[in-house]
């Protein structure tokens, strides 16, 4: 198997040393192992630049759903009401736990290129004093574009409801002061910005606000409440913990500090994505989601003509080593390339070099 260069949103490319981590299998109940746990917690609050006083990180085994999952059913309780605001699949997919869960709330959706706007959050608070919670994806990997998580999070905050944030894919690499932003429940996973391995996700919350969830939640397996009240004893997971993960992840960690924090992986990404967009922009490749509203971390293309074939394009970047992935929405045809992971300024230069070879050759067949 060749090593690709995954353009992806997550699983990505991952370091050699991160992956070599995994190479050793460590014990649960062994101290080593549970230090590891409470270093990793304390490191992401570090990187959310919060204090232990004020907030408190928690681990929990799954992929990314399961821990956004795993706070709708803990934080949001039987008589509360949540407002979601979508833009895209995983602010949809929010809506769809909310239905599953059986938990009251309220939709504000707007267009996949639009970003909610927080005079109309503050419209909807002010229409239903009953809503309690207010959820939002800060990128929505959907489409690439960059929610107004400040804003709104003022209001959220002027109405003292509580504020949950998926952060799944911009978390470690797009600077966040989660007490500025007053963000009570943040979420993100181990294989998005911080350059982990698939396997577990994490919430960093406001500790006030998850003391009161105790008994909340309708699951067993996904209580955050009851998670934490294990983990933050001594750092032991409550169920089987994916320590192979973990190991790679506190790898990932030490990795994102020596690249100079969060600040510094920004940049790289926010490089990268502006190469990206305006090479493939000069080749004829219109992004879906306009240059201010886009983020750092992937971008949706539209297909450049009729004719055009995702599939061999695909196939033809494949074998040139790079893994592209396939668009989600569902009224234009478009493909997504995510530029985070270890991708560097080269790799995003080698691509675009690829796909202008191949628009050479197939405008040539035509
Ligand atoms: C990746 C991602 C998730 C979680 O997806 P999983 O496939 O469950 O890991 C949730 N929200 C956003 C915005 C994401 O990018």
């Not at 198997?1 to 997550?10: A, D, E, I, V």
């Not at 002027?158 to 799944?168: G, P």
Request: aromatic share 10%.
């Amino acid at each position: 198997m060749s090593n690709y260069k995954l353009l992806t949103p997550g699983p990505l490319t991952t370091t050699n040393t991160v992956k070599q981590e995994m190479l050793k299998d460590r014990c649960t109940w062994d101290d080593d192992y549970k230090n590891v746990t409470q270093a990793i917690r304390k490191q992401l609050l570090d990187l959310a630049q919060v204090d232990e006083s004020d907030y408190t990180a928690v681990l929990m085994q799954g992929s990314g759903s399961f821990v956004v999952e795993s706070v709708l059913t803990t934080a949001v309780g039987e008589g509360d009401k949540v407002l979601i605001l979508t833009n895209g699949a995983y602010g949809e997919r929010i809506v769809e736990m909310a239905k599953v869960l059986r938990i009251a709330h309220v939709v504000y959706r707007v267009p996949y290129a639009e970003q909610p706007s927080s005079l109309e959050v503050q419209a909807l608070l002010e229409k239903n004093a009953s809503i309690t919670h207010v959820a939002i994806v800060h990128c929505e990997t959907t489409t690439g574009i960059l929610n107004p998580i400040k804003e709104i999070g003022e209001v959220v905050y002027s109405f003292n409801k509580t504020f949950i944030v998926d952060a799944m894919s911009s978390f470690g690499g797009v600077p966040m002061d989660l007490s500025d932003l007053h963000i009570d429940f943040c979420i993100s996973s181990a294989n998005k910005c911080i350059q982990g391995v698939p396997g577990f996700g994490f919430v960093i919350a406001k500790t006030d606000e998850l003391v009161k969830c105790k008994g909340q939640a309708r699951s067993v397996a996904l209580d955050l409440y009851s998670q934490w009240e294990v983990m933050k004893r001594d750092g032991k997971w409550r169920f089987t913990s994916p320590t192979h993960v973990v190991a790679a992840f506190a790898k990932a960690l030490e990795e994102l500090v020596e690249e100079g924090g969060v600040n510094a992986r920004y940049q790289r990404y926010a490089d990268n994505n502006q190469l990206l967009r305006s090479r493939l922009s000069a080749l004829g490749f219109e992004a879906y989601i306009s240059e201010e509203l886009q983020s750092p971390i992937i971008t949706t293309f539209l297909f450049p003509h009729k004719k055009f074939s995702f599939e061999h394009f695909y196939q033809e970047m494949k074998k040139a080593g790079f893994v592209i992935y396939p668009g989600k929405l569902t009224d234009v045809d478009t493909f997504r390339i995510g530029n985070i992971g270890d991708i560097y300024e080269e790799d995003m230069l080698a691509l675009c070099e690829v796909i202008k070879n191949y628009m050479v050759v197939k405008n040539h067949e035509n």
